[in-house]
């Protein structure tokens, strides 16, 4: 199963979900419902030091060259479900009414200390692991 899953800046949440479903042998991508600037690196995003850190030092995932993508209904069309972790102010309508959407209620990690993003993340792996 192809999977994309959506948070809000596509930094955090579905960056490592993304991640930690491909470790497990899935397909998947990641995208945000309000990238404020699409194709840059999660490198050159200051907010994303936690969880780059976590990723690497917990998982083995180096994500710092992950680019972020703002999601839309023509990059959405190829998969077979969109798991979306996003605040439901940012998400679009089309989302809501797409039969494939399923919704994951997660904090989101932005701004918060090392153990609070360890945890949200934690709790992105159990949820990501459930899928297989």
């Known amino acids: 199963m192809n999977i994309l899953f959506v948070c809000q800046a596509n930094v955090g949440r579905s960056q490592a979900a993304m991640e930690l479903y491909r470790q497990q042998g899935g397909e998947a991508d990641s995208a945000g419902t309000k990238v404020d600037a699409p194709g840059t690196t999660l490198a050159e995003r200051s907010g994303a030091i936690n969880i780059l850190g976590i990723m690497k030092e917990d ?74």
Do not use: C
Request: proline share 3%; glycine share 4%; hydrophobic share 40%.
């Open 59 to 132: 998982y083995g995932i180096d994500m710092i060259h992950n680019v972020r993508t703002q999601i839309s209904q023509g990059n959405a069309k190829d998969y077979d479900k969109i798991i979306v972790m996003a605040e439901r102010e940012t998400v679009p309508q089309w989302l809501f009414d797409d039969a494939r959407a399923e919704f994951w209620d997660v904090d989101d990690p932005k701004g918060k200390d090392v153990a609070t993003t360890r945890r949200v993340v934690q709790e992105v792996q159990q949820k990501v692991a459930s899928l297989f």
